[in-house]
């Protein structure tokens, strides 16, 4: 199945970007309409991207049962988003307190992106490019490994800022390709990956810790700031974690052995001590 190429703009000011989102709007307000995309889009068409098969540290993410939002250690989580901006040509960010752009120079960006669905948060989820495609951008457009190493989700995983993520959509010669630069990143010890605990174990021994200190893959930091915000204010007791995982029924697959099962039955819990079993690129998570 192809993907769709719309050209358009990156626009940052008055939003918080961060290493795997943005704001694009198409030159067409009615491109995401046209190509059948559930984007939420804007009165001016622009639609919030998900950047494909990457995840950053978060910035500024809260919990459902929780008032106020969690991060990682920012260091790599606003290193990611400087990073995703540079690539995309921008200079001179400015943000306030609550990390919102307040200016840029420029302020918007041309690019383009490609895209075939939207995630369940309205969310196009794409490969991202600055400046124009080679070969036009009119309608359906089949994604090969030479191109898609110059997107931004490509550059930012081989440079190590971004872990990489993957869902059952993307497709396989995407997915190896991506698995490579994010195996090679993690042995030169590049970008998160020198201070990475995901697959060595980390105790969690304060909220403030797992924020400040700890640098593990974001999908596994939400799932247990999920977990954390549901008990007392400074608790971080994780008995009931592998319950809470369980409920929580991420369904995944393993590579290369495909054995499908739950992101609960990959996550070893020993009293305070959590530790991922499998590498993250050797985890494919189904679409909800």
Request: charged share 20%; net charge negative; hydrophobic share 40%.
């Amino acid at each position: 199945m192809p993907l769709h190429a719309i050209p358009g703009t990156f626009r940052i000011l008055g939003a918080s970007p961060d290493g795997d989102s943005i704001r694009f709007y198409p030159d067409d307000p009615q491109a995401f309409a046209k190509a059948r995309i559930g984007a939420r889009v804007n009165a001016s068409g622009g639609a919030q991207l998900r950047l494909d098969a990457i995840d950053a540290l978060e910035t500024h993410y809260t919990p459902r049962s929780a008032p106020h939002p969690w991060r990682q250690p920012t260091h790599l989580g606003n290193g990611a988003a400087g990073a995703l901006l540079d690539l995309l040509g921008f200079a001179h960010v400015e943000r306030d307190a609550h990390g919102t752009v307040t200016a840029a120079d420029p302020d918007r960006q041309p690019g383009y992106i490609l895209t075939r669905f939207a995630d369940k948060y309205g969310r196009a989820v794409s490969f991202a490019f600055a400046g124009s495609r080679d070969g036009g951008t009119d309608g359906p457009v089949f994604l090969e490994v030479p191109e898609l190493q110059g997107s931004v989700n490509h550059r930012l995983l081989s440079a190590g800022w971004v872990y990489p993520t993957f869902y059952s959509k993307l497709f396989v010669d995407l997915r190896t390709e991506l698995a490579r630069v994010a195996v090679a990143a993690r042995e030169a010890n590049s970008g998160v990956w020198q201070d990475d605990a995901t697959l060595s174990g980390f105790t969690v021994a304060s909220r403030e810790q797992l924020q400040d200190d700890v640098v593990i893959l974001p999908k596994l930091f939400r799932r247990l700031a999920d977990y954390l915000t549901l008990d007392q204010p400074s608790s971080v007791d994780l008995a009931g974690l592998p319950a809470f995982l369980a409920a929580k029924d991420d369904r995944v697959f393993t590579l290369p052995d495909g054995q499908a099962t739950g992101f609960d039955n990959l996550i070893r819990v020993d009293g305070q001590k959590v530790t991922l079993t499998r590498s993250p690129e050797e985890i494919v998570f189904l679409e909800t």
